[in-house]
């Protein structure tokens, strides 16, 4: 699969748990991996190559870390929209 | 700037005790942040209650750990302090520093944040209190470029941390400085993209003494030993006897194994008795030093109390050789990542998993045999598992037995 | 001014460029060392240099002001080497010995306080407290100012039969070794929270909010699309409170702490312990927590006149009985210091041979 085609299935399974589940990144992977039968070290660097221009991004809570789509004040605050 | 009346906490600037309020204040004379974070602490002195909120989702892009969202519930009442987050910038190992290096991280952190450091956080990160969301990818560009990365925090790999060891210490059993920036090097990824159920702290100490704490606040504790005799200098015995030292009642009364005598010329030691706790080479370190193989042993499961009651480390490897590059060491700890991933609830600190999987689904798993030396006592009850494979293994022993006649226990 | 180029994933810079010379000369060859004062000690290496180390208190909240004048001091006399403790104590690596009485002079007429070696009381670990942390009950930086100028004596000169380390956690969570020092200061919470059930639909997941409970007092309340807590069944340690902002704890009427003591972490003579509980509450009373000062101080006294030479706070209990410890303390003893979490089983007496 290709690396974007990829990005957009994870981007879909990280929207699908929105509200519902806090997502760990071995959540995503493992997710994503048995989903898409892609191997789990391809879904990571797709994932963190996400992570790394804000498309996904790092959160906390609850104690926690988790993965989560970035809302529109994370990216205005890293420039990353107007 | 807005001058507040502190009553309060002015109490605490007075005796000898050197002042974390006189601190506040100093930094608050020119700094907005530091200046409301000193009326936001009278407050809560006032009201006998805290006022922040929990932690923020904030970062640098890319990372997930380093910074600590703070905002305080009062931000209108004190603007200064409605974004108050934590920066944790990674130790030098040892926590050795030159006044060149201070200065740098104090004038960014002066530009960009509220002039409050703890030196250092109790993980051992130098901790720097107090700056907004907007500045954070500045300050991380600031410190980066010139050398400085961030800690761990949320469920990462926590900034590992050590004792001073063969920097200024002679009871080093391995190279603590060394190990522990190697550790660091190699984990950067654990360290800044939190992969992990929960935390994960690394505390390595050169000997028994553990100056780091690390059998009490660390997942992963490596405590230095050694294997061979400890040297006696017997003129050194003679000196300390004396300048006043009660040999019998100092030293050998107080040896857990009773494991030395002293007939007032000639300290003597069963070596092979001797369980290496420190206690006589501390008191006489001029008369004695440990001889032979050197390294580690690697305890696991520390932690504080929640949830279910504070763990001390347990024994888990009893000795392992520390020389760079530290392959085994390196191999061991991804092994552990890996049953901990497989296994952890979120939130379950390895200690926490190891109790509910079993010690010896653990074990199994990081290829480590079950050793008397990890144990206090063996278990008191008869509650066991038996794999096929252990029956089959105990029949295949009394079938060998019965061949040569001879019973192995 | 265009920002510098951020680089990820470098590390800590290498320890080895901020030693001084005669560490980098001796690394790993150091043979023995001497406490000179309680806040002076050489280390002799094997080639027979020397470095003279002087250790002063921190407040460990510093601000940059008086990081730099700590910088000051070490260009003056230690070529600008220094390092700090892992219990947040400064030191000044002093090569030459013709400037230790110097920096000495120098750091007492600027007010720094030299002691924390040896046989007394050095800097206490604590956590952030009211100062910065949302699951704070108490202030630890108040108290350990308020406790430590009373007990200042065993820093700068009063010797003890062995070390006595202290620690201040805010909350239960204990960040840092805190549960295991001599004598740790833990600040309780003694209500059960209350749920505000509007906020915990949108912000808390039931599941993670249910599985928190280490006491399994929180049951799901599905006509609020909440959770309740059982009174019976909460020991108040907040954990629901971590993972859920709208179960509300903190109460500064209630808040207090908690006194614990007899833990130790090296491994000198007996092993590594946890502290007990001994005193189960007393209020919180800033801004100098009157009471918890003097019964620390009580505490202390009681051991420095009772325990043998070389006996951590801990050994001498283990060795007197906790049945003698409450005696010569005058400590009530209370429900509160027998255990009906997880541990009972550990520490009930199963034997008819105690003392009176």
Not at chain 1, 77 to 82: A, D, H, P, V
Not at chain 2, 167 to 183: A, F, I, Q
Not at chain 3, 217 to 234: E, G, L, R, T, Y
């Amino acid at each position: 699969m290709e690396t974007a085609e990829l990005q957009d299935k994870i981007f879909a399974f990280c929207e699908a748990a929105k509200g519902k589940k806090k997502l760990k990144e071995k959540d995503i992977i493992k997710g994503v991996s048995a989903e898409q039968n892609v191997p789990p070290d391809d879904v990571k660097k797709a994932m963190r190559a996400m992570i790394d221009v804000g498309r996904l991004m790092y959160s906390y809570g609850g104690g926690a870390s988790s993965v989560e789509i970035p809302s529109e004040e994370y990216l205005r605050e890293k420039g990353l929209i107007k | 700037m807005k001058k507040y009346n502190t009553p309060l906490i002015d109490q605490l600037e007075k005796g000898p005790w050197p002042s974390f309020v006189t601190e506040m204040k100093k930094a608050g004379k020119n700094n907005e942040m530091a200046n409301d974070a000193v009326g936001h602490l009278e407050k809560c002195y006032t009201t006998k209650m805290g006022y922040w909120k929990h932690g923020g989702i904030v970062g640098v892009l890319g990372y997930g750990g380093g910074i600590i969202g703070r905002y305080s519930e009062l931000g209108e009442e004190f603007p200064g302090v409605a974004h108050f987050h934590t920066v944790r910038l990674n130790q030098p190992s040892g926590f050795f520093y030159t006044s060149k290096a201070l200065r740098e991280i104090c004038d960014i952190w002066d530009k960009y944040g509220s002039g409050l450091t703890n030196m250092h956080g109790s993980t051992g990160d130098i901790v720097l209190l107090g700056t907004k969301t907007d500045a954070l990818e500045t300050i991380f560009a600031e410190y980066s470029s010139r050398g400085w990365d961030l800690g761990g925090s949320g469920s990462d790999l926590r900034t590992p941390s050590c004792c001073v060891g063969p920097g200024r210490c002679e009871w080093s059993n391995y190279d603590t400085l060394d190990l522990v920036y190697n550790l660091t090097q190699e984990f950067q990824d654990e360290l800044h993209r939190p992969m992990f159920s929960y935390k994960f702290k690394i505390k390595a100490a050169g000997c028994a003494c553990d100056c780091v704490a690390s059998i009490a606040r660390s997942d992963f504790s490596i405590i230095g030993t050694w294997k061979g005799d400890i040297l006696i200098d017997q003129k050194e015995v003679q000196n300390y006897a004396k300048k006043g030292m009660n040999v019998m009642s100092e030293i050998v009364s107080m040896c857990p194994t009773q494991c030395m005598s002293y007939d007032g010329k000639e300290l003597k030691i069963d070596n092979a008795e001797c369980s290496r706790c420190m206690h006589c080479i501390s008191k006489m370190t001029k008369a004695l030093k440990p001889s032979g193989e050197r390294g580690a042993t690697i305890c696991m499961g520390s932690k504080a109390p929640i949830v279910v009651g504070s763990l001390l480390s347990w024994v888990i490897i009893p000795f392992i050789k520390l020389e760079p590059p530290y392959t085994e060491l390196k191999e061991l700890l991804r092994k552990i990542w890996d049953w901990w991933d497989d296994n952890g609830k979120p939130r379950e600190r390895i200690g926490e998993v190891i109790e509910v999987k079993g010690m010896r689904s653990f074990l199994e798993a990081i290829g480590v045999p079950p050793l008397p030396q990890q144990i206090k006592e063996p278990r008191k009850d008869p509650f066991m598992f038996y794999t096929e494979a252990d029956i089959a293994a105990y029949k295949a022993k009394e079938a060998e037995e019965k061949k040569t006649g001879k019973y192995r226990f | 001014m265009a920002l510098p180029q951020r680089r990820t994933d470098i590390g800590p810079p290498h320890y080895r460029q901020f030693m001084p010379p005669v560490i980098d000369k001796n690394y790993g060859k150091w043979k023995y060392h001497e406490v000179l004062t309680p806040g002076t000690m050489v280390h002799v290496a094997e080639s027979g240099d020397k470095l003279w180390t002087v250790r002063v208190a921190s407040p460990r909240i510093l601000s940059t002001a008086t990081i730099r004048e700590i910088c000051d001091v070490a260009e003056k006399f230690c070529g600008g080497h220094l390092r700090f403790t892992t219990r947040n104590n400064v030191e000044f690596l002093v090569s030459d010995e013709k400037n230790l009485e110097p920096i000495k002079k120098d750091l007492a007429a600027r007010g720094f306080k030299m002691g924390g070696i040896g046989y007394g009381i050095t800097n206490v670990v604590h956590t952030q407290g009211w100062v910065h942390c949302h699951s704070a009950a108490t202030d630890a930086s108040g108290i350990v100012k308020s406790m430590m100028d009373e007990l200042f004596e065993y820093f700068e000169s009063k010797r003890l039969p062995n070390k006595l380390r202290l620690a201040v956690a805010c909350c239960v969570n204990m960040c840092g070794a805190v549960h295991c020092s001599d004598i740790a200061i833990v600040a309780v919470h003694t209500k059960v929270p209350v749920v505000d059930d509007e906020k915990f639909k949108n912000m808390c997941e039931l599941p993670t909010v249910i599985g928190s409970c280490p006491t399994r007092a929180i049951s799901p309340d599905p006509a609020k699309k909440s959770v309740k807590i059982n009174p019976d069944k909460c020991m108040y340690c907040g954990n629901c409170f971590t993972v859920c902002p709208p179960i509300s704890i903190k109460n500064p009427e209630r808040d207090g702490v908690a006194i614990v003591v007899g833990g130790k972490i090296n491994s000198l003579r007996s092993n590594p312990k946890f502290s007990k509980l001994v005193i189960p509450y007393i209020s919180n009373e800033p801004p100098r927590w009157p009471k918890v000062v003097a019964a620390v101080k009580h505490i202390v006294e009681v051991y420095a006149s009772h325990a043998r030479k070389h006996e951590r706070l801990g050994e001498w209990i283990e060795r007197i009985g906790w049945e003698r410890f409450f005696a010569l303390t005058g400590i009530e003893f209370t429900f509160q210091s027998i255990d009906d979490f997880t541990f009972m089983r550990d520490t009930m007496r199963t034997a008819s041979t105690f003392k009176w």
